[in-house]
């Protein structure tokens, strides 16, 4: 069965710090998917990835395909960035439409 | 941009009362999919529909039914509303994956969400 992981669940950290939230998934992928929800619920896609690393602004995200593991970073970070984190596979086995969802990870950045 | 509604932000209705959530979306997408989303369980599939007049069960279907008459529209049905449905209900959006080719995004947008109250 495929279970993506991530950690940690609750994050808190003052303004400035470099974040770090992992994510581990069980089966081969296609895709691997950073999204981000603020409160009131609305979801946004802020990276897909298959392989090696991307980066928008100060948000970078990386995927280590072999040992099935991504990372989100968030360098100098902000009280505005304070939102829920999900990472998403999109597994090979499955077919290539659905996605798999963490649990999400709960960032606040105190100011 | 890519843009996808939902009928309601909030929602309260009655135990045994048949529910519709409708979801549109603008962009000529060929997948719509519908989610609930639930603290410490995350986002769990409900339906996921390829196509007008397809659908596919997704983890998680019972008590529930959907409807995609029209390539835009998406609807899920509450045949009878429980207290367990009580949750926040998300649609997204995407493209069939891979029609764009290796460097297509093929991303899920998603709705502003509908936080559905069952009394």
Known sequence: KNEVEQSPQNLTAQEGEF???NCSYSVGISALHWLQQHPGGGIVSLFMLSSGKKKHGRLIATINIQEKHSSLHITASHPRDSAVYICASRPIIQGAQKLVFGQGTRLTINP | DVKVTQSSRYL??????KVFLECVQDMDHENMFWYRQDPGLGLR???FSYDVKMKEKGDIPEGYSVSREKKERFSLILESA?????????CASSFISGKWGQGARNEQFFGPGTRLTVL
């Open chain 2, 82 to 90: 429980s207290t367990s449905q009580t949750s926040m209900y998300l």
């Open chain 2, 12 to 17: 309260v209705k009655r135990t045994g009362e």
């Open chain 2, 45 to 47: 599939l409900i339906y």
């Open chain 1, 19 to 21: 974040i770090t939230i």
